[in-house]
């Protein structure tokens, strides 16, 4: 007869999640991830796969919760230099129960080159982050909030490139001043 599982599959997910956003994956045992995310090395292994399968896990369900947050940080009231500005500012500001920086701008750093499945998801995030704000744009367009004839395609790939480098400075703690300088100027294409 087989066993049933004493523990939440997402919220244990969770915390290899967070172990993942504030070591990495190279610097993450898994005697860390027993540890950290409290169940049996079994457990990790039937439920989750191995390091690299548990990684991919990860990084799918912290893209699902960014992509989340971004919809619900932003609404229709607002014009588009405020959504965008509401965008950059969570990742310039994490909340205080957040770790700093950004799950897939650690795995470009420390994997992409090296590894061509999380590569792959790494692009995947990344170009979803751009169609987001290619839709955007497009909004901003219809409604005459930014110029008729922006390319909206090359607009949401300068911004998305930003939005990068804004959660690879955020991990290098610069003053709360520097990162609003670097997001007003940023935003002072639209």
Same mark, same amino acid.
């Given at each position: ?14 915390? =290899?999640? $967070? +172990?993942? #956003? ?8 898994? &005697?860390?991830?027993? /540890? ?71 795995? =470009?750093? $420390? +994997?992409? #080159? ?8 790494? &692009?995947?995030?990344? /170009? ?63």
């Amino acid at each position: 007869m087989a066993r049933t599982k004493e523990f939440d599959y997402d919220e244990v997910l969770e915390k =290899a999640t $967070e +172990l993942f #956003l504030e070591k990495g994956y190279d610097n993450t045992s898994f &005697q860390d991830l027993v /540890d950290h995310m409290g169940i049996h090395r079994r457990s990790i292994y039937d439920t989750y796969g191995d390091k690299k399968q548990l990684y991919i896990k990860a990084l799918k369900k912290y893209a699902k919760f960014v992509n989340r947050n971004y919809l619900t940080i932003i609404n229709e009231t607002m014009n588009t230099h405020q959504k965008f500005e509401t965008i950059f500012n969570y990742s310039a500001f994490p909340m205080e129960d957040c770790p700093k920086g950004c799950l897939f701008v650690n795995s =470009a750093i $420390e +994997l992409a #080159l090296r590894d061509n499945e999380i590569s792959n998801q790494v &692009q995947l995030f990344f /170009d979803d982050t751009k169609k987001f704000f290619v839709d955007l744009l497009k909004i901003a367009k219809e409604k005459e909030e930014i110029a008729q004839n922006t390319n909206v395609y090359e607009l949401a790939s300068y911004l998305n490139n930003a939005l990068i480098g804004i959660r690879v400075l955020v991990k290098c703690s610069p003053s709360d001043a520097e990162l609003t300088n670097v997001i007003k100027t940023t935003l002072s294409v639209l």
